[in-house]
């Protein structure tokens, strides 16, 4: 375990792979090695995430929802999640929080800029309120109520954002 | 501390006040007593969601979703959330996890059915995706991104919900 040499010690990959191992015990040590840990998951993370570009905005956020959950599904997006969740207001983990998320909804706005430059999206959207309304069902699922998150769910999420539940008149319209 | 004296000495009003107070010490104790704390705090849980029926499933949507971000700001909701994200796959607390929900949206649907009744959803909507849809992002601010759960966000999400992102033509010709 990192704990065992020292902070010092630890590359940021070996933590992230020893993330992977003992991801349940990844957030018992958020007090005492946090930003360490915090590094190694972030690091990973933005590896992982590629932006799609497929010239379909229900096929770009139904691929980057799909990544997003096989990424949160394995062991170091678990232990990110839950570190996150528990932190303390007052940690290294919490202060990087909304950093990160503002960082990940920027790289992924894109996504939606393309779908407005193409029509498929007016341009009155609200992107960040789009992309949190895309991941955060998976996110509630993966920690929450753990029921499945597989192609039917995310096929529905992205539906459902796009076209609403609502019997609403076209948004030209509204 | 609920530990102090042992389960059969504490009841469970006793541990979700204790909840309250220390929040942070919940869900490094799932582990011995996570059923006691489980039942206080859906004991609590349940009290404190009353199903609004205002005639407009825009304001139900809304206030439905202020009464759980209210509750999950609060100290019982953050501890009942932490501990469920945090919780080991073959723990009491993960067992419960699916029928709680379940039984949450279960409650709530009756919000999306009255919506169809009045003609404002269509009856081909699916209540638990919409309602997972209202309550997830609330969520995901709550426990990963602690960005502002206030009345705009919430309003927001509503309406993002019910009219969708997309310019899509109305749901009876899609």
Partial sequence: MAAENGPDAVSIGEVARLAGVHESSIYRRCGTQEHVILDALL??????LPIPDSGSVRKDLIEFARSIATYQ??????ALARAMAVADDDSVLASSRIEFWQSRFELARVMIDRAVARGEVPETVDAAMALEALIAPAHFRALLTHQ??????LERVVDQLLQGIGRYEPRSRA
């Fill in 43 to 48: 690091s990973f993370s933005s590896q992982h």
């Fill in 73 to 78: 599904a394995g062991p170091q997006g678990i």
């Fill in 148 to 153: 499945p998150i597989d192609e039917p769910f």
